[in-house]
């Protein structure tokens, strides 16, 4: 039976029969868009790699914010840990004000998931700093109120040596709800940790701010429930975790706070928070 036109041809031939006809006919309107096409892809993917990488520089100079923060129960000068913070988150909203010049003129949802682990690690990182000097959740009018910065350009005149004055203008970055809601929900691990290092160190009134501040962040997130994106719902469930933690131990000193040693009472939580529910599927 004769082939039809087409048939029996591999993927192979097929292609080296197209890059013949590209070659005998550079000039075509149609090779040529498919060249415009692909630089605009190629210049997309480079500028999403950048993002990635920056990205992953603001999440772990967020993360070594935290665990710096997590010193504040161990210092007699807790001013200058906060002190030290404040400057590296500083120096991670520069990294942010990077992201914002790569963004610009961009939309941004087409390279969210680039950058978005960075800014949720940051946010993480300004609440815990926020919490701990004010006792309160930091709002997301305030975080984006701190991504602003101020650039300055210089534009060269055709056929003079001389510049133009430096012109300055305004680039913000603004977190995204679900970015923040995501950053808030990591909050509350640090929280709970937070929790067991200030029942080791002796303090006992900490465990239950924390245990009220994180039942309003629960109440908070349940009222999104399932309305909200997928990953939110999904942190709800570590957020519950953290939760049951603090107000295991906060069950504990009120009931069994005379009978153990202080320094045995970090100890005691330890053990507690190992042993989880299976059916929970708990870590």
Known sequence: MKKREGEGYSKKNLDAALQRDVSANPSSPVVAAFRVFQLELDAKHDKYERLV????????????????????????????????????????????GQIAEELRGEDIYQFHRAFTPGIQEYVEAASFLHYIRHRSLISLEEIN??????RTERAELK????????????????VTPSDYLLGVADLT??????????????????????SQFLRQIYDGFSFIGNTGPYEV?????????????????CYTLRVRGSEIPKHMLADLFCSRTAHVDPEEGLV
């Open 189 to 210: 691990g640090e929280l709970m940790r937070m929790c067991i290092s200030s029942v080791g160190n002796g303090d006992i009134d900490t465990p239950f701010q924390l």
């Open 145 to 150: 109120a701190r991504l602003v910065f101020m």
């Open 53 to 96: 990488k920056i990205s992953r520089d603001v999440t772990i100079e967020s993360k070594r914010t935290i665990f710096l923060l997590h010193r504040v129960t161990n210092v007699p000068n807790a001013e200058e840990v906060l002190n030290e913070a404040e400057g590296k988150l500083d120096a991670v909203r520069q990294k942010i």
């Open 233 to 249: 719902s999904k942190k709800l469930h570590t957020l519950r975790q953290s939760l049951g933690k603090v107000e295991d131990a």
């Open 159 to 174: 056929g003079s040596v001389e510049a133009e004055p430096p012109g300055a203008y305004v680039l913000t970055f603004q």
